[in-house]
């Protein structure tokens, strides 16, 4: 089974802190993802990385920015959190290949409170 | 470019009973549709989705689809309904000029009560 882990299920930062956000995926997956998830919105997708070092801004980018210096590790990170970025951010997986048939595999999120 | 629209935010059924979770999309182009599922406190997991061929996609726990070109729809249903199935579901679209985006409705909760 693809297991898809966040490192934290909760977390609570102060406006201005610098947040990272940790993903790993153990399925040597290609493709790696960061969605924001608010009631009555939705998914939406913040950036997406398709190999190392390779990255595309999705549909929300601003304000944020992401790492991904190993193929399992996708970082998602707030340079100077803001209380409009309290939400649940998930992170997901897929096999890649440029293939938009691909299942994504979620983590279990994490719900991200900004004082 | 391509929307989804979930059009109900909360449905709420008895046990045993049926549902209809209704799903409807707009697109340029030729699309491929998902439902995925939302336990609590977990994250999403793929229910079912229609790539090509048969309009009628079936889950493992019953759920099934069926794609409508023509009213650009991709209803849920499930004849028959368990405390267990209480969760969001996310219909979401994929362009087949596209790589890899997803595009997800809003969620609707499915609230069944004994």
């Known amino acids: 089974d693809v297991k898809v882990t966040q490192s934290s299920r909760y977390l609570v930062k102060r406006t201005g802190e610098k947040v990272f956000l940790e993903c790993v995926q153990d399925?040597?997956?290609?493709?790696m993802f960061w969605y924001r998830q608010d009631p009555g919105l939705g998914l939406r997708l913040i950036y997406f990385?398709?190999?190392?070092?390779?990255?595309e801004k999705g549909d929300i980018p601003e304000g944020y920015s992401v790492s991904r210096e190993k193929k399992e590790r996708f970082s998602l990170i707030l340079e100077s959190a803001s209380t409009n970025q309290t939400s649940m951010y998930l992170c997901?997986?897929?096999?890649?290949?440029?293939?938009?048939?691909?299942?994504?595999?979620f983590g279990p999120g994490t719900r991200l409170t900004v004082l | 470019a391509q929307s989804v629209t979930q059009l109900d935010s909360q449905v709420p059924v008895f046990e045993e009973a049926p549902v209809e979770l209704r799903c409807n999309y707009s697109?340029?182009?030729?699309?491929?549709l998902f439902w995925y599922v939302q336990y609590p406190n977990q994250g999403l997991q793929l229910l079912l989705k229609?790539?090509?061929?048969?309009?009628l996609v079936e889950s493992i726990n019953g759920f099934e689809a069926e794609f409508n070109k023509s009213q650009t729809s991709f209803h849920l249903r499930k004849p028959s309904v368990h405390i267990s199935d209480t969760a969001e579901y996310f219909c979401?679209?994929?362009?087949?000029?596209?790589?890899?985006?997803?595009?997800f409705g809003s969620g609707t909760r499915l609230l069944v009560r004994p």
């Open positions: 997901a997986s897929s096999l890649g290949g440029g293939d938009s048939t691909d299942t994504q595999y």
């Open positions: 399925m040597d997956h290609e493709n």
């Open positions: 990385s398709y190999d190392v070092k390779m990255k």
């Open positions: 697109s340029s182009v030729s699309v491929y």
């Open positions: 229609y790539l090509s061929g048969s309009t």
């Open positions: 979401a679209v994929s362009g087949m000029d596209s790589s890899y985006k997803l595009i």
